[in-house]
């Protein structure tokens, strides 16, 4: 029963680090060493960027201990120390809060915020007591290979989940921690199909899930894990059509989903919710409009009642879908539809009590994302809503077991800006890699310096955690630090890869303009004007695109979805034809340009990665390396400043096995290829600068953050828990 799984966002969510230059560049030999405030940094890094609360509180800790003079900071440390308590749902966080108060009384901000913690706090723990039963919140899943695309079983044992290694559904021991396959499709060199969202029956057994097949449909499929024989329950009536399971009915006899026109968000996701028969595969449309303004899903977040009377869901109805969500039922019957909750804040569903009291909900309106309850009876809510749990975060709700626990996931993979400088003659690392950008850390990506080398471009999604990522192009000033964050008229959940023109005056990015078509738009850096380049037909995707160095035409490679086929047209500005490139190869999905503008560097995306390059005027591809890589991970080539080498990245495990790339370039030459001994988690997009004596890169970072798995339990009031 999981909330807001939209296929083409949901990679993208991630933790923001709150991680300032200085401790994310730490270079002292020891905590003695150090100063309060590097202490300070230090714990933070500790906190956030790795997601140690234990160790950061002994830092914290140590703070206190080593400079209790430095009171501004010492403050600081003890509030942090309550906030990490109270991340682990222990009961220290009240007496570290109240440890501000009373011993740091002049440090009006810190104790500002730990009273306006502590009554949260007091609160919340009025209200969970039930019984002899005492709260409970712990982690149950962390570390590689964790998954939260998938659900708990109502009996709690197991929880679904995609194995990414291969992209097969599986399922997890809680008890044992093992995992196991229930799909067994071949690796992706064999088979290029994966499992999506999945949910569980009733009855704990049968799971539906969505796979993408080899035909390059989204469907839906029935197992039984004591009998792991996959059958198909819905296969949409045209290939670009999408549907996507959000939850079994109670009787287990049907399947809640949605179905769309088609895959693509900026198509405005028209269709309709129904239930779909898991004895026939027939269809019967309760809602017909899931649609949205400006491409933002109107409506999500859809779970069925325990008595199966009602679906609850929330809802925007303005353009602003990330700031302002109420909460509605929708009865099965086909009644009036209910306005649950209406509120300015922003309101989204996490699921409904177990044994139907009311429904849970999370909520921004004290300023942080709070869980709360509201009781439900007969479809209408009864009294206010209570808060439960403050500063629960941006979980993501994997289900409410029979038994009333909570299962939740926390998404990781906060993607930054990094530069670093190269020895253009050596390739030695000259100096190490450094955020570029400090602001909205873990949601910046795509960097590319200006043709002057002055100014480099990014995308930036920030707002978690909110439905709808707040994209925008910023342009970072090299000389004055100062951004500019430009919002152009396009689809904010697909625009992307920015690319400057050689005139410095606009950049080109690949994405969806508001009516979903998909194309390469020209962005005006002062008037932030868009015009289309090239636009696409339906189904075809762009994998690349480049600016020739007279800024007379677009480069750009395109192909199918999965990534099978691959052609390189380049686009006359002064003609308006497209003109396929005369020898380019069929699977050439990546590429860049040479600084001098004649020749191409190319990088498919098949197990067996091969570098070659072509003249941009047509001819036959020159091999110059090639490596094994797991996977389809995208590689972007890109030419080094003077045209002698070709960066590119590849896995240090080839078969998938970890996250951790290595830097190389080879000679264009020689076809020698050279480790530069840079190695982060998702080393990709790079943009060598103009001097040739840095690079810019995305990246994961050298330690990221990964996805975990929560339970709560015992979060009930005593008057609604579960007898």
Same mark, same amino acid.
């Given at each position: 029963?999981n909330?807001?799984?939209? &296929?083409?966002?949901v ?5 923001a680090f709150?991680v300032?230059?200085?401790a ?24 956030e960027?790795e ?15 080593k400079?209790?003079d430095?009171?501004?900071v010492?403050?600081?440390a ?16 009240e ?6 108060i ?16 502590l009554s949260?706090?007091l ?6 007591k ?14 590689a290979?964790v998954d939260?695309? +998938?659900?708990v ?10 194995d ?7 399922i997890r021991?809680?008890a044992?921690?093992?995992?196991r396959?229930?799909?067994n ?7 290029s ?12 057994r ?5 796979w993408?097949?080899?035909d390059e ?5 029935v197992i039984?894990?004591?009998d792991?024989?996959p059958h198909v ?11 996507q399971p ?7 006899r049907?399947i809640l989903?949605g179905f ?8 405005e ?9 898991v004895?026939? +595969? ?9 649609g949205?303004h ?5 409506e999500?977040g859809?779970v ?13 109805e303005?353009?602003a879908?990330h700031?302002k969500r ?7 019957d086909?009644?009036a539809?209910?306005?649950?909750i ?9 699921d ?5 009291e009311g429904?849970?909900?999370n ?14 009876t007969?479809?209408k809510?009864?009294g ?6 403050p500063?629960v ?10 038994r009333g626990?909570?299962f939740?996931g ?14 253009p003659q ?5 100096s ?9 850390? +873990? ?5 590319d310096y ?11 999604s ?5 439905l709808?990522?707040?994209k ?8 004055t630090?100062?951004?500019r ?14 690319i400057?023109?050689p005139d +410095? ?8 303009g508001r009516d979903?078509?998909?194309g390469?738009?020209?962005v ?6 868009v015009?289309?380049?090239?636009l696409?037909?339906k ?5 690349s695109h480049r600016?020739s160095?007279?800024g ?6 395109t192909?199918?979805r ?6 390189? &047209? ?8 497209e ?10 999905q ?7 503008g ?5 990088l498919?995306r098949?197990a067996?990665r ?5 003249p ?17 991970s ?19 495990k ?11 370039r ?7 290829a050279?480790n530069l001994n840079?190695n982060?988690a ?5 943009s060598?600068h ?5 690079i810019?890169?995305?990246?994961m970072?050298?330690?990221?953050e ?14 609604r828990?579960k007898?």
């Open positions: 029963m909330r807001k799984k939209v &296929f083409m966002g990679m993208g969510l991630a933790v709150l300032s230059a200085l994310a560049n730490n270079a002292s030999p020891g905590l003695s060493q150090q100063s309060a405030e590097d202490l300070y940094q230090a714990a933070l890094l500790k906190k960027a997601g140690d609360l234990s160790g950061a509180i002994k830092i914290f800790q140590d703070i206190l201990t400079f209790p430095k009171r501004d010492a403050a600081k003890q509030l942090q120390i309550g906030v990490c308590h109270e991340k682990l749902g222990t009961a220290e966080a007496k570290a809060f109240q440890k501000v009373d011993n740091y009384p002049e440090q009006s901000e810190a104790v500002g915020e730990a009273k306006e913690k949260l706090l609160r919340a723990r009025a209200l969970v039930t019984g002899n039963s005492e709260f409970r919140l712990r982690q149950v899943w962390s570390g290979g939260i695309m +998938g659900a079983s109502p009996d709690g044992r197991y929880l679904s989940f995609v990414w290694m291969t992209g097969d559904l599986a021991d809680l044992s921690g093992k995992n396959r229930l799909t499709k071949g690796s992706w060199q064999q088979s199909e994966f499992a999506m969202f999945s949910e569980w029956a009733p009855d704990s049968r799971i539906v899930y969505q993408y097949n080899k449909t989204f469907e839906l499929r039984d894990i004591q792991p024989k329950l819905y296969l949409p009536p045209k290939k670009d059509d999408y549907v959000f939850d079994w009915s109670p009787d287990g049907s989903a769309y026109s088609g895959t693509d968000q900026a198509d996701m028209k269709g309709g919710l129904g239930l779909i028969s004895e026939e +595969g027939s269809v019967r449309i309760l809602k017909t409009q899931i949205g400006s491409g933002i899903p109107g999500w859809f069925f009642s325990p008595d199966g009377k009602y679906i609850a869901y929330d809802i925007s303005e353009d879908a700031q109420d909460i509605r039922l929708l009865a099965v086909g009644g539809e209910i306005s649950l209406a509120h300015p804040a922003l309101d989204t569903v996490i409904w009590t177990a044994g139907g429904l849970l909900f909520s921004d309106r004290t300023g942080t994302p709070d869980m709360w309850f509201v009781r439900v007969g479809g809510p009864q206010d809503p209570q808060l439960l749990k500063s975060g941006r979980m993501e709700p994997m289900g409410v077991t029979s626990a909570l939740y926390i998404s990781g993979g906060g993607t930054d800006v990094y530069e670093v400088g190269i020895d050596t390739g030695k690392i000259s190490p890699a450094k955020k570029a950008i400090l602001l909205n850390e +873990g949601h910046n990506a795509h960097p200006s043709p002057d080398g002055k100014l480099l471009a990014y995308i930036c920030p707002g978690m955690p909110t709808q990522p707040q925008f192009l910023g342009i970072l000033s090299l000389e630090g100062q951004i964050e430009l919002r152009p008229d396009l689809d904010l959940l697909t625009f992307g890869y920015p400057w023109a +410095g005056r606009s950049i080109s990015v690949e994405g969806s979903g078509r998909k390469i738009y020209r005006d850096i002062q008037s932030v004007d015009v289309p380049i090239v696409m037909d189904g075809k995707e762009i994998y600016w160095k007279n007379k035409a677009v480069f750009y490679s192909g199918d999965a990534g099978k086929t691959g052609s390189i &047209f380049v686009h006359n500005f002064e003609t308006g034809q003109e396929p490139i005369a020898g380019s190869p069929s699977n050439a990546f590429f860049d340009i040479s600084p001098d004649k020749w191409l560097a190319l498919n098949d067996q091969v570098i070659s390059i072509m941009t005027s047509g001819g036959e591809p020159r091999e110059i390396y090639r490596f094994e890589q797991g996977g389809n995208a590689i972007s080539p890109a030419w080094s400043a003077d045209g002698h080498y070709i960066y590119f990245s590849k896995l240090q080839p078969q998938g096995e970890g996250n951790v790339w290595d830097l190389y080879v000679s264009v030459d020689r076809g020698e050279q840079l982060m998702q080393l990709r997009y790079y060598p103009p001097d040739g004596q840095r810019a890169f995305s990246s970072g050298a330690n990221p990964q996805s975990q798995v929560w339970v709560m339990e015992n979060f009930l009031p005593a008057d828990a007898k």
